[in-house]
């Protein structure tokens, strides 16, 4: 892939906040934020087209013996994410790469943390990476499927097929001891500049800020959604979750859910996908 200047990607992908943050004592947030200030098209956003942020972030889970990044994230933000890696990791190898789906804001860093930690090992439907990533040996690119799981020591990493797609090799990862579902796009939500909320969790900010926030989703990702009803896909997220509870849910966009906000968002989330009718896009209904 060849190399846009440092200058020219920051204009779009500034990191703000204090980031990294240690969310657990094994549980690292990296990334940051991308600004829609630095858009060739303009702010984007709606009260009055003011600057928004959209969170472009991924997680690094530390198991006694084993560790996985949780997405490779935005390659634009790479020249904060490699120094945050090795603030977080002291010093201990990259075991494991989770990769949610071929997506830029997801995907983007993979080769280049496969080539920081020779040893590691990308993870997930990774049929066509061989394309993305020529250069990669293949026993580097390891297939998981849906029930599929690797140990880091004291919890495993389940691989769970997708409810909702934002592409056909979409995948949710689980963390057996952190009850932590990341699910790639579904979740995600941007804030406005002016509220100086980067790097900070949901269950930080004041009621009225953070529900403020809880209405704006800063995607809508679902494959088909103007097409199908999503009254089923609703019910069988709720059937994972019963299978995979959480206590901590997130995404690539959106800092980690978790605490008294973790039961709203979730119960909003399905609650829109309960209500929506065909041939509405999920944005329309907040």
């Not at 560790?67 to 075991?95: C, E």
């Not at 949610?100 to 090992?121: C, D, F, M």
């Not at 849906?146 to 880091?152: A, C, I, P």
């Amino acid at each position: 892939m060849s190399e846009l200047p440092k200058e020219t990607v920051h204009r779009t992908y500034i990191v703000h906040g204090a980031m990294p943050r240690m969310v657990t004592p094994d549980l690292a947030w990296v990334g940051g934020c991308a600004s829609s200030g630095g858009y060739p098209t303009g702010n984007i956003g709606g009260e009055a087209r003011q600057i928004s942020h959209d969170p472009c972030v991924a997680y690094v889970i530390m198991g006694s013996q084993k560790t996985i990044m949780v997405d490779p994230g935005h390659f634009g933000l790479w020249y904060s994410a490699d120094g945050q890696l090795d603030a977080v990791l002291k010093g201990r190898q990259l075991d494991y790469v989770y990769v949610s789906h071929q997506e830029i804001p997801h995907t983007g860093n993979l080769g280049r943390l496969l080539q920081k930690y020779p040893g590691a090992v990308a993870l997930g439907d990774v049929r066509d990476y061989h394309l993305f990533h020529p250069e990669v040996d293949l026993d580097r690119l390891q297939p998981m499927k849906h029930g599929d799981k690797v140990s880091l020591g004291d919890r495993d990493i389940v691989f769970l097929d997708a409810i909702w797609k934002d592409l056909s090799g979409t995948m949710y990862v689980y963390d057996t001891k952190l009850k932590l579902m990341y699910t790639p796009d579904i979740f995600g939500h941007i804030h406005y500049e002016h509220e100086n909320v980067c790097s900070t969790m949901l269950h930080e900010m004041p009621d009225d800020l953070a529900e403020s926030i809880m209405k704006r989703p800063g995607i809508g990702p679902i494959y088909g959604l103007k097409a199908r009803d999503q009254k089923l896909r609703a019910q069988a997220f709720r059937n994972m979750l019963k299978k995979y509870p959480v206590e901590i849910i997130t995404s690539g966009h959106c800092s980690p859910i978790m605490g008294p906000r973790l039961q709203p968002v979730i119960d909003r989330i399905l609650a829109v996908a309960d209500s929506l009718p065909r041939g509405l896009d999920f944005s329309s209904i907040f």
